[in-house]
């Protein structure tokens, strides 16, 4: 027999979590049991955890911004892997679309592949921060007030200990304040602008509404770099790694524009770090690679790119810097075949 669940899981990439923690709250307040990672599931306990709480609940709610796609075009992204599981599992999954959401924006579509095309044929409801309070009536009274008919399966010991875990966390933190979610329309604004003078125009406004914003932070220093304005990059990217000091790739921002600067040695220290934190980090490998060639270890650089191409064999600008490297310590020969991989892997980017 059909029935009305109250069980809801909610999926959102971890640069929304004001926009989750919001949500949870005026669920959690009106009688539904919401399961939603707000501390950090450990990625060892994704399966039996994350998975397996979604398919231990009727509803899956799904925060979307164009910010939050832009990386489950990789198959293990764990966003996109909750996505799957829900559309599988058959969950009455609600797409929640966010400030500069749209699925009919051409910037949007490119993300939306395999499973994840089947997204924009689900019910989705806007949320704007100026009526937000109206939109989650209308999620709890027409999205979730709907019969379900899906076999729930019941959590894990080790799930349902998360679940508790998580919802002790996320009830004693504070009443999510409406500037913040403000800040967080401001910082998609920023993400989906084109042009770098109003991309730092949006964080900027972002960042005034929420001081503690490290992602904002970390996106003003790109925009920056590309007006050349490095001094400013540096200082906002050192910004985004006091708060969050695990940041990989704001090293890899504030190497960039250190390297841009001059200053290789504080560059290669700012890759070193990232490729600390994150050993896979391909992108840390080929810009360490650029620097230690500007300090003229052209051994280095060659390790470095090599490494790159190692963890991801399309890296076009790897083989290419390799191939600069190769060159100036005297390898003609391996330079010209860096050369040509890379004329062709970008050759095949444009087909």
């Given at each position: 027999?059909?029935?009305?669940?109250?069980?809801?899981?909610?999926?959102?990439?971890?640069?929304?979590?004001?926009?989750?923690?919001?949500?949870?709250?005026?669920?959690?307040?009106?009688?539904?049991?919401?399961?939603?990672?707000?501390?950090?599931?450990?990625?060892?306990?994704?399966?039996?955890?994350?998975?397996?709480?979604?398919?231990?609940?009727?509803?899956?709610?799904?925060?979307?911004?164009?910010?939050?796609?832009?990386?489950?075009?990789?198959?293990?992204?764990?966003?996109?892997?909750?996505?799957?599981?829900?559309?599988?599992?058959?969950?009455?999954?609600?797409?929640?679309?966010?400030?500069?959401?749209?699925?009919?924006?051409?910037?949007?579509?490119?993300?939306?592949?395999?499973?994840?095309?089947?997204?924009?044929?689900?019910?989705?409801?806007?949320?704007?921060?100026?009526?937000?309070?109206?939109?989650?009536?209308?999620?709890?009274?027409?999205?979730?007030?709907?019969?379900?008919?899906?076999?729930?399966?019941?959590?894990?010991?080790?799930?349902?200990?998360?679940?508790?875990?998580?919802k002790e966390a996320a009830s004693a933190a504070?009443?999510?304040?409406?500037?913040?979610?403000?800040?967080?329309?401001?910082?998609?604004?920023?993400?989906?602008?084109?042009?770098?003078?109003?991309?730092?125009?949006?964080?900027?406004?972002?960042?005034?509404?929420?001081?503690?914003?490290?992602?904002?932070?970390?996106?003003?220093?790109?925009?920056?770099?590309?007006?050349?304005?490095?001094?400013?990059?540096?200082?906002?990217?050192?910004?985004?790694?006091?708060?969050?000091?695990?940041?990989?790739?704001?090293?890899?921002?504030?190497?960039?524009?250190?390297?841009?600067?001059?200053?290789?040695?504080?560059?290669?220290?700012?890759?070193?770090?990232?490729?600390?934190?994150?050993?896979?980090?391909?992108?840390?490998?080929?810009?360490?690679?650029?620097?230690?060639?500007?300090?003229?270890?052209?051994?280095?650089?060659?390790?470095?790119?090599?490494?790159?191409?190692?963890?991801?064999?399309?890296?076009?600008?790897?083989?290419?810097?390799?191939?600069?490297?190769?060159?100036?310590?005297?390898?003609?020969?391996?330079a010209l075949e860096d050369f040509e991989a890379?004329?062709?892997?970008?050759?095949?980017?444009?087909?």
């Amino acid at each position: 027999m059909e029935r009305i669940e109250k069980t809801v899981f909610i999926s959102y990439r971890r640069t929304n979590v004001p926009w989750a923690l919001a949500i949870y709250q005026n669920l959690n307040a009106n009688g539904f049991d919401v399961f939603f990672d707000y501390t950090g599931i450990a990625s060892g306990d994704f399966e039996q955890v994350i998975l397996g709480n979604i398919q231990a609940r009727a509803h899956f709610l799904v925060l979307l911004t164009p910010s939050a796609l832009e990386k489950c075009d990789a198959p293990d992204d764990w966003l996109r892997r909750e996505i799957e599981t829900a559309i599988e599992s058959t969950r009455n999954i609600v797409p929640l679309m966010l400030e500069g959401f749209d699925f009919g924006s051409p910037s949007i579509a490119p993300h939306l592949i395999g499973k994840l095309s089947a997204l924009s044929k689900y019910n989705g409801l806007k949320i704007p921060a100026d009526y937000f309070f109206e939109a989650m009536d209308r999620l709890r009274n027409k999205y979730l007030n709907v019969p379900s008919s899906s076999v729930l399966h019941p959590a894990s010991p080790a799930a349902a200990s998360a679940s508790v875990e998580q919802k002790e966390a996320a009830s004693a933190a504070p009443l999510v304040k409406s500037k913040e979610l403000t800040a967080q329309e401001w910082f998609e604004r920023g993400y989906s602008a084109t042009e770098p003078s109003e991309q730092i125009r949006c964080y900027f406004e972002a960042i005034r509404l929420k001081p503690d914003f490290a992602e904002a932070f970390y996106n003003r220093s790109i925009a920056r770099g590309l007006v050349s304005d490095f001094s400013g990059s540096i200082a906002d990217s050192s910004e985004a790694i006091r708060l969050k000091t695990d940041y990989a790739d704001a090293f890899v921002a504030r190497g960039v524009s250190r390297q841009k600067g001059g200053d290789f040695e504080g560059a290669i220290l700012d890759f070193s770090e990232a490729i600390r934190l994150n050993p896979d980090y391909a992108l840390a490998f080929g810009n360490r690679g650029d620097a230690r060639h500007g300090k003229g270890d052209f051994g280095g650089a060659i390790a470095d790119c090599s490494e790159a191409i190692r963890l991801k064999p399309d890296f076009a600008s790897a083989f290419n810097s390799r191939g600069l490297a190769r060159r100036a310590s005297g390898d003609e020969a391996g330079a010209l075949e860096d050369f040509e991989a890379a004329r062709n892997l970008r050759f095949k980017g444009e087909d």
